[in-house]
């Protein structure tokens, strides 16, 4: 038998793949050039902190002053800023030593941004240490919390539901013997927690005779924070 011949203008090699026309080389250099977890993590840490990472750090630095600012701390405040910093350090870390080790000139070139989340850790930490945003925070509260105290009835425990005095939503407030006591809601974090406010001088760090459970914790100046134990 005899070949056919081509057929004239024909091209042999454009002739139809019975498979469909696919590369059969195609997916196995997709395998070859697909990055393994060591490269991955090499490209994540060559690069500096950005758009995502350094905002994170402020944020969770805001919510750890937020649940320093109220007396006795604020659980979800306290869970969320201590997670979210627990998981950010580590991720910082990790990524700094990958860097300082395949990277180094990256992390000479990108000081700033690398030294930005460390800073606003240590100013977290250094304002909590302080109780400046406690401190703060009562002291632009002072006037309108006073101005609640002169306004309530002496003899008994007034409930208020949340309302506003200044920064601080107040669940209730008490005046007993020259002492007034405000409950702040959603203060403390496993008991309840408020602000105190006396004329005469508290011991602090100790259960307080004819206190109950209180124990109090001096602000400035006639204000204090007190936790029921």
């Not at 979800?76 to 990958?98: H, N």
């Not at 409930?159 to 007993?176: F, R």
Request: one cysteine or more; glycine letters at 10%.
């Amino acid at each position: 038998m005899t070949a056919s011949a081509p057929t004239p203008g024909s091209n042999p090699a454009s002739r139809s793949d019975p498979r469909g026309g696919q590369d059969p080389v195609a997916p196995l250099l997709q395998i070859a050039h697909r990055p393994t977890l060591a490269r991955r993590l090499i490209s994540w840490a060559s690069r500096p902190p950005g758009r995502l990472y350094l905002p994170a750090c402020v944020l969770v630095g805001l919510v750890l002053i937020y649940e320093d600012s109220m007396p006795g701390g604020h659980l979800p405040a306290f869970v969320l800023g201590m997670g979210g910093g627990a998981l950010l350090a580590a991720m910082g870390a990790l990524r700094l030593g990958i860097a300082l080790s395949v990277a180094r000139p990256m992390v000479r070139r990108y000081w700033l941004r690398w030294i930005s989340a460390p800073l606003v850790a240590a100013v977290a930490i250094v304002l909590s240490m302080a109780d400046i945003p406690l401190q703060g925070r009562v002291s632009t509260s002072a006037d309108e919390l006073l101005n609640v105290r002169d306004t309530t009835n002496r003899s008994t425990t007034i409930p208020l539901n949340g309302e506003m005095a200044g920064l601080y939503p107040l669940k209730s407030v008490t005046i007993k013997d020259g002492l007034t006591l405000y409950t702040v809601q959603g203060a403390g974090l496993l008991s309840p927690s408020g602000l105190a406010y006396s004329a005469e001088p508290l011991e602090t760090d100790v259960f307080v005779r004819g206190h109950g459970g209180r124990v109090y914790e001096h602000i400035g100046g006639r204000w204090y924070s007190w936790t029921e134990y």
